[in-house]
């Protein structure tokens, strides 16, 4: 089959959208992924996605202006639906910083390439097991159907319908009110530590509560959290579930 450069150009859109999307998601295109790997995946991921057909008869190829154009025009939707997923790991950061606040592991931040930013070793290892539960409930599945759909939404080559601001900032506050929820147990946990410290210094003062108090709290912390991954996994599936209609709903109206 003789390749025109139509579809060629149209190629090149679609695959230039799917490596904006990928790359925001960490599984899939985070830094710690090598470029070779990020750019054969998109190529891979393009050519299932935007199989070869035959064109219209009408169809032409466009300009270099307008093909420009076009190129930055699928930039801006790859870059809107994948920032709407990167949303949902935005949520487990702040599960894992509102937990690790009072843990004990603040002292001590290590660099997280996948999430591109430094945190505690709490978070460290609540964003490891996150991450592996991403993959058991297949949400790299979750984000390929919905990069899929977005094709469906806005069409190659077609105008931009950004969906409305209030949109993001719905999506956006529940995203931070589940990641508070995921972290409420912990936290509680560590509240509560904090008030039987309070109490414990008040009845007997001659305790040190201050070296009991951080030994304790890592140790209460590592409790609640083991018993946290218990029932947390319903709620951290049906947040990788939901990113697919998060990307579609703010790329259109």
């Known amino acids: 089959m003789i390749i025109s450069i139509i579809q060629a150009q149209i190629f090149f859109l679609a695959f230039t959208r799917v490596m904006a999307v990928i790359i925001h998601i960490p599984m899939l295109g985070g830094n710690a992924i090598p470029n070779q790997v990020r750019i054969a995946l998109g190529f891979i991921l393009t050519m299932v996605l935007i199989p070869w057909q035959p064109l219209p008869p009408e169809t032409v190829e466009l300009g270099l202006f307008a093909f420009l154009a076009a190129i930055l025009r699928e930039i801006i939707i790859g870059t809107l639906a994948g920032f709407a ?8 950061q702040i599960a894992g910083e509102a937990m690790g606040l009072g843990s004990g592991f603040g002292s001590s931040r290590i660099f997280n390439p996948s ?10 290892m609540f ?9 058991v409930v297949n949400g790299h599945h979750f984000a390929i159907i919905a990069l899929q759909r977005t094709f469906e939404a806005i069409p190659v080559n077609s105008a931009i319908e950004i969906g409305s601001v209030n949109t993001l900032i719905t999506m956006f506050s529940q995203l931070v009110a589940a990641g508070i929820q995921m972290a409420l147990p912990v936290m509680a946990a560590l509240l509560l530590t904090d008030i039987t410290l309070g109490l414990l210094a008040r009845v007997a003062p001659q305790i040190q509560v201050f070296f009991l108090g951080l030994p304790l709290k890592v140790a209460v912390s590592l409790v609640a959290l083991g018993l946290l991954f218990s029932v947390i996994f319903p709620s951290l599936s049906n947040l990788f579930q939901q990113m697919g209609p998060r990307m579609v709903a703010l790329i259109q109206r």
């Not at 964003?127 to 993959?135: G, N, P």
């Open 115 to 124: 999430m591109e930013t430094s945190v505690s070793a709490y978070d460290q």
């Open 127 to 135: 964003i490891m097991v996150a991450t592996l539960i991403f993959l």
């Open 85 to 92: 997923a990167n949303l949902t790991f935005g949520a487990i």
